[in-house]
């Protein structure tokens, strides 16, 4: 029987007393107040939400809290603070690749699942990489750009 | 400073790093949620509404409680804040229930119960008997056009709802303030919102304050949609005595909201020794319940009727029809996609009909400088559609291919399409001058930081960054030393709504020019303020508006698309192989800006031609309200997309820019069913979107028995 | 309402038997209505539903393993893994279970024509018993599945020796993140000139998945030629059997996408 959700964001401790039903989302946005985490759909149909649950890229509206107790949660808020980061910063800003800046978390956080799996992708692999990760501004040739020029700079980070 | 040259968007920090503020990301202590009760029919009267019994805290506002007029001032003011009697459509609202407790009011509403009498709805242009505009123009003498003509085609084509899928859904936040209100949250212009809520709260207008915030896409979805709900929740905030936050889910955002309208063009075309001589074209948009912008939207599409060609003789009839769906809006293009799809196939199938290739038909019709345009007016400046073509051709051969894709068999085939457009840049006739009168300023601190005043928002199209850069350049100061902050009516002037392709070109112009004179003033130290106000240029034939008369537009912006695809005679599914694209917006204040902008822009034409496919069913509902059903490209979907800029400078403009953000959305749907026609062989094809049905339906491809 | 973490198989069959509880996988599917209020039985710490081993029969592989990880294990026959991998996106693979794509019922799960196809079969738990079936029998209608309220889906059972040439397609409305219009499945042996197994199967189309092992009978056993003799017939069995049902496309698109396929994977095994 689940009482408390126990997990691990960005490296601290974060205790959950609003039900393992609740969605990882909410608790991130309302209840942890990382509003870096973007609601965009609530159905895991945009990857705005999109965070780093073990390692792995997941859409946090399609997690109960309940799967994320014992795990670790990493948000933009906790990404930010990396060297990887500031890679992907940089490549992202020269570019421009960031319009309205809805899907930008999300997709900043895809593209490190990207290079920790893959160091080196092409530009097939970056596509195939950012695929759940809907943006209607760019018509992503600026992300993509970003994260290749983030994997050839950053050589090394990944 | 080369003003071309790319720089670090100003808002690039806050947005990547999550810490830029949307709506959503308000603290919520002390704040009511607000969820609007909406009519489950599509036309009704509304007999009696019966609530359940509300917890204390939890309030429900209706027509009742709008303290001024029950309307939203948009253009006209026929759309009721909340419904009076009758709803038009469903989702049209009827009232706001609000408590602090989000699940709480979702529990309750779902308990409100509305009995209606229900009325046969109307759903279609063909059965609707309201006619909100009817506009006609004319050029020459088509009858004496028809009457000699060699040949003469007709034809018809419809288009599709288009929904904007902005990543941030709707959502304002009112905050009641003494005698006064503040609505804030994602909206495109800030005016336009403050007129609507004064006018719902019988207010003046310095008794409501609209502040923008950071806002995730926007593309005509937040032009006139935020002047309804705001008035809506500034209504009830100012019942509640509370702020009132109301933030839509996707699908009520995607089955509520405006939308690109419905189309039905019909085209008529003379064509007298192998030139098309006149034409009389037909336009009907569908308005869906409630005017909103519609009229404007109309304007824009007939003067467009006609395509980038010089058509001597030419009657276009333009009307809007009511029917009882969701009110359709602004969406990137206003009204232009769908006549530029209509008219680029309409001049394709003509070619073919006389048997030559559609790209070398339509370069021997397109206009030039000097030429007269639909609406009398001139093509002042030169017309580079010609050499846009040779750029695009280039990039992706498409002579050769357009050759080489002839006669395919087996089960994979490929086809390219080439379509022209323009778009007219700013304000339709002489709404700039007689409506807008913008104004933009600077203030310079006494720290010789420079603030930029203005109304226009920066929705992700870079304007904070552009606007800077005109500023930084005229006065020589780093832009980190240029101050542009969310606009706030209580702070900025009134510099116009940012719609049109028109902030950069008008509003960057006057920041420009006060520029110009603030660094002519400059006191090192002091604190200045420098004003400059809107002039249309001398050269403009004025627009009459009731003949369709005059200089529609002071300059236009052009494009030419191509696109490259496979489809799969299997499936009917299509592979978009390439596509490319050459924009002409004039100088670039920024390249990655402006080609960031022709990229989207483009996907979302292609999108608009293909897989953006909103259905509704006989009851006037909307099918595909959710990001599943209702597509949107992927990153895998457009895997080579190519922009090119070409620039023919604007004199009137900043460093010579014209208009860009619409241009890109205008005309790619032509290349793209151009380049289906070939792939299927061949064949013709009058509407959009284009889908895996429609093209196996084409094949008529018998299970292979 | 009450959830929980079991973390081994015993315990999670304890919870299901006490009944009340939703079996949780990845989530995908349950969080889309995403009820606050629902109890849920969290399976992914359950080592017994998490493994893909092979044994002398089957490839093993836990309800509770992600779409990454089958399209990422080789030990998974390749149609699965590339099956896997058209499935949404990554986000989504990365959650989403073998276990809950099945357990949810839909016919358009874009993991059940393959298994269809290749003949798996499901071990089904309750601490009562332990079934092993085919999945055939586990669909029986539309949103009706053999499944016991005390019951959990445990593994699929993949036979070892699924053919290894194989065509699969899923037509979705665009590269990523699309939902099946059509799915197919086929898989054929051909030794020395003969035709040892033909399976096929239609997702999307119908309330369950289409097989039919008695028309795909008609050309087990025949040499090439003798089943290109019986082509046209397997074909118009096929033709009479499949009837779809309307959803986001027509009954006829889908019919004329299947027919299509059918016949493109037959031409592309040489018949």
């Not at chain 2, 001024?68 to 049209?92: Q, R, S, W």
């Not at chain 2, 310095?206 to 806002?215: F, S």
């Not at chain 3, 990523?176 to 239609?202: N, P, Q, T, Y």
Request: aromatic residues 8%; contains cysteine; charged residues 25%.
């Amino acid at each position: 029987m689940i009482r408390e959700v126990v997990f691990n964001l960005n490296g601290e401790t974060a205790v959950w007393n609003g039900g393992p039903a609740a969605r990882l989302l909410d608790a991130l946005r309302d209840g942890f107040r990382n509003t870096g985490v973007k609601c965009g759909c609530r159905e895991g149909e945009c990857g705005a939400c999109a965070v780093i649950l073990d390692g792995m890229l997941v859409n946090s509206c399609m997690v109960a809290m309940g799967r994320a107790g014992g795990s670790e949660v990493m948000t933009i808020e906790g990404y930010k603070k990396t060297e990887r980061f500031a890679a992907l910063d940089k490549s992202f800003a020269s570019v421009s690749a960031v319009q309205c800046g809805f899907c930008t978390p999300g997709m900043v956080l895809a593209a490190e699942c990207l290079l920790r799996e893959n160091p080196r992708p092409d530009e097939g692999e970056i596509r195939a990489g950012i695929s759940g990760n809907l943006c209607r501004c760019t018509g992503y040739n600026a992300i993509v750009k970003a994260i290749s020029s983030a994997a050839k700079d950053g050589e090394g980070l990944w | 400073m080369n003003i071309k040259e790319s720089v670090i968007k100003s808002d690039h920090a806050m947005k990547i790093t999550g810490e830029a503020v949307y709506v959503a990301d308000h603290p919520t202590d002390g704040m009511l949620f607000g969820r609007l009760l909406r009519s489950s029919k599509a036309r009704a009267r509304v007999l009696d509404v019966r609530l359940p019994a509300l917890p204390d805290g939890y309030l429900y506002a209706d027509k009742n409680d709008v303290p001024g007029a029950n309307k939203v001032k948009i253009v006209l003011d026929d759309t009721p804040v909340f419904a009076d009697g009758t709803v038009e459509f469903i989702g049209d609202p009827i009232g706001l229930l609000m408590g602090p407790d989000e699940d709480t009011v979702n529990r309750l509403l779902e308990r409100i119960e509305v009995e209606y009498e229900g009325l046969p709805p109307v759903l279609s242009i063909e059965d609707s008997d309201t006619v909100f505009f009817d506009y006609t123009y004319a050029k020459g003498n088509t009858d004496k056009a028809f009457a000699e003509a060699d040949h003469i085609f007709e034809e018809e084509f419809r288009t599709g709802l288009q929904e904007h899928a902005y990543l941030e859904t709707n959502g304002l936040i009112a905050r009641p303030d003494g005698g006064r209100i503040t609505v804030h949250g994602s909206l495109q212009c800030p005016y336009y919102v403050q007129g609507a809520v004064a006018n719902a709260m019988g207010f003046e207008p310095d008794r409501v304050q609209i502040k923008y915030d950071t806002t995730g896409g926007a593309f005509g979805g937040k032009e006139d949609y935020p002047s309804i709900l705001a008035a809506q929740a500034a209504v009830a905030a100012y019942k509640a005595g509370k702020p009132v936050r109301v933030i839509f889910g996707r699908r009520e955002d995607m089955e509520f909201t405006s939308k690109r309208h419905p189309s039905k063009c019909g085209y008529k075309a003379a064509v007298k020794d192998g030139r098309v001589t006149a034409m009389d074209i037909d336009v009907k948009y569908n308005a869906g319940a409630y005017t909103t912008l519609s009229k404007v939207v109309l304007q824009r599409g007939i003067i467009c009727a006609c395509g980038v060609y010089n058509i001597q003789n030419l009657a276009v009839r333009g009307r809007a029809y009511k029917t009882n769906t969701v009110p359709n809006g602004a969406f990137r293009g206003f009204g232009g996609p769908q006549p530029f799809f209509a008219v680029e196939m309409m001049m394709s199938h003509i070619a073919r009909n006389l048997g030559v290739e559609p790209l070398a038909f339509k370069e021997r019709h397109v206009a030039a400088q000097g030429d007269v345009t639909s609406t009398g007016g001139r093509f002042h400046f030169p017309v580079p559609i010609l050499l846009m073509i040779e750029q695009v051709a280039k990039a992706c051969n498409f002579r050769e291919k357009r050759e080489a894709y002839k006669n395919q068999t087996g089960t994979r085939r490929k086809g390219i399409g080439m379509s022209l457009c323009y778009h007219g840049a700013g304000f339709t006739g002489a709404g700039e001058r007689d409506l807008i009168k913008a104004v933009a300023k600077l203030r310079k601190y006494p720290d010789n930081k420079v603030e930029v005043l203005t109304a226009n928002t920066d929705m992700g199209q870079g304007l904070n960054t552009t606007f800077a850069k005109i500023v930084a350049n005229e006065l020589k100061i780093p832009m980190h030393d240029i101050i542009i902050a969310n606009p706030d009516t209580d702070r900025v002037p009134d510099s116009g709504p940012t719609v049109a392709s028109r902030s950069i070109m008008v509003v960057g112009e006057l920041l420009r020019r006060a520029a110009v004179r603030l660094r002519e003033q400059w006191a090192d130290g002091g604190e200045q303020l420098v004003e400059e106000r809107f002039k249309e240029p001398g050269y403009v034939i004025p627009f009459d508006l009731e003949k369709f008369q005059g200089d529609a537009y002071p300059t236009y912006s052009w494009a030419v698309n191509a696109v490259e695809l496979e489809a799969d005679t299997l499936t009917g599914t299509v592979k978009v192989l390439g596509a490319y694209g050459s924009f002409d917006v004039g100088t670039p204040i920024d390249r990655n800006i402006v080609t960031g902008q022709m990229e989207g822009g483009t996907m979302q034409g292609i999108g608009f031609a293909s897989m953006e496919r909103m259905a509704v069913d006989g009851s006037g509902k909307i099918r595909g309200n959710s990001l599943s059903d209702y597509i949107i490209p992927t990153s895998l979907d457009i895997p080579n997309l190519q922009c090119m800029l070409y620039e023919e400078e604007y004199p009137e403009g900043p460093y010579g820019a014209k208009g860009a953000g619409e241009l890109p959305a205008v005309g790619a749907a032509g290349a793209y069913i151009e380049a289906i026609e070939q792939a299927l062989g061949d064949v013709r094809v009058n509407h959009i979107p284009f889908t895996a049905e429609d093209a196996i339906e084409i094949l008529h491809k018998e299970p292979s028995l | 309402m009450v959830s929980y973490l079991p973390v081994s198989l015993n315990e999670a069959l304890e919870y299901r038997g006490a009944g009340g509880a939703i079996p949780y996988g990845g989530g995908t599917d349950l969080m889309i209505k995403g009820d606050k209020d629902a109890a849920y039985i969290f399976l992914h710490k359950v080592p017994e539903m998490r493994g893909i081993i092979e044994d002398d029969k089957y490839i093993r592989i836990g309800a509770c393993c992600t779409f990454t990880e089958v399209a990422g294990n080789p030990l998974c026959p390749a149609i699965l893994r590339e099956a896997a991998l058209q499935i949404a996106a990554p986000a989504i693979r990365n959650l989403g279970t073998i276990g809950g794509n099945i357990g949810n019922g839909s016919p358009k799960a874009d993991s059940a024509p393959v298994f269809f196809a290749a003949g798996a079969k499901l071990r089904l738990m309750s601490l009562r018993a332990e079934r092993i079936i085919p999945i055939k029998e586990f669909y029986l209608g539309r949103n009706k599945l053999s499944l016991e309220p005390d019951e959990l889906i445990v593994e699929v059972l993949m036979p070892k020796h699924v053919s290894s040439r194989y065509y699969y397609r899923k037509v979705g409305a665009r590269e990523a993140l699309a939902i099946s219009r059509v799915s197919f499945a086929g898989l054929m042996d051909i030794k020395e000139g003969r035709v040892m197994h033909c399976a096929v199967s239609f997702g999307a189309v119908s309330d369950v998945i289409i097989r039919r092992d008695d028309i795909d009978a008609m050309l087990t056993g025949k040499t090439v030629s003798e089943a290109k003799a019986v082509k046209q017939a397997y074909l118009n069995a096929y033709n009479t059997a499949i009837t779809p049902i309307r959803g986001r496309v027509s009954e006829k698109y889908r019919k004329a996408v299947c027919m299509n396929l059918l016949g493109d994977f037959l031409a592309a095994m040489g018949i």
